[in-house]
């Protein structure tokens, strides 16, 4: 066996490992991303003496969200003037 022989089976070896790792990470980032149910608000409920609760997450209104104002992108009704357009050709 010559040398790039050998260098070529070192490296069609060193890619099915890789392509292990990413098969087997990817699948490993699948299951911790379904078992932490992003997007989902946390219920959590406890016993004590026979009497259960059970408490769930809310809105808190701490004065620190950001107000997004309005979502027209109409211009105002007021507005009376046209647009002007120019395009030429040459």
């Known amino acids: 066996m010559t040398r790039i022989e050998a260098a070529r089976r070192r490296a069609a070896g060193a890619k099915q490992i890789a392509a292990a790792a990413a098969a087997a990470g990817f699948l490993a980032t699948l299951l ?15 016993s004590t003496s026979g009497s259960s609760s059970s408490s769930s997450s809310s809105t808190q209104s701490s004065g620190d ?14 507005s009376t003037s046209t647009p002007q357009a ?3 050709v040459s």
């Open 86 to 88: 120019q395009t030429s």
């Open 32 to 46: 911790l991303v379904r078992g932490t149910h992003l997007g989902h608000a946390a219920t959590t409920s406890s």
């Open 65 to 78: 969200s950001f107000d997004y104002g309005s979502t027209s992108v109409a211009p105002s009704s007021g």
